[in-house]
């Protein structure tokens, strides 16, 4: 059973810069279809994550400000915040899925419990 936890949320004035870190148990993709989604407005949103392969995706509003990163060893999922705006400001979530057949089989995703980010100015 793959268990996700968040932390590194917090307030910061806009310009400011956090990492979320995910530490997850019960899976063996290092980070593979692991990433991270934002929910800000009610709407559910994909901010970035790893695809089966290794490769990093994030999404275009916050490209060249959010990085994802790994450390494989200690199982945690990294989302570096630069720059940051109030308009990021929501509930950040990690996710992981397992990975089947080149692909993220999503109907096996697992939600950590979320980490507030707070953006004013």
């Known amino acids: 059973q793959v268990q996700l936890v968040e932390s590194g949320g917090g307030s910061v004035q806009t310009g400011g810069s956090l990492t979320l870190s995910c530490t997850g148990s019960g899976y063996t993709n290092n980070g593979r279809c692991m990433g991270w989604f934002r929910h800000a407005s009610g709407q559910r949103e994909w901010v970035g994550g790893i695809s089966p392969d290794g490769s990093v995706n994030v999404l275009g509003l916050v490209r060249g400000r959010f990085t994802i990163s790994t450390d494989n060893d200690k199982n945690i999922l990294y989302l570096q915040m630069n720059n940051l705006k109030p308009e990021d400001t929501d509930t950040y979530y990690c996710?992981?899925?397992?990975?089947?057949?080149?692909?993220?089989?999503?109907?096996?995703?697992?939600w950590g419990q979320g980490t507030r980010v707070t953006v004013s100015s």
């Open positions: 996710v992981a899925d397992k990975a089947r057949f080149g692909a993220c089989a999503t109907e096996s995703r697992v």
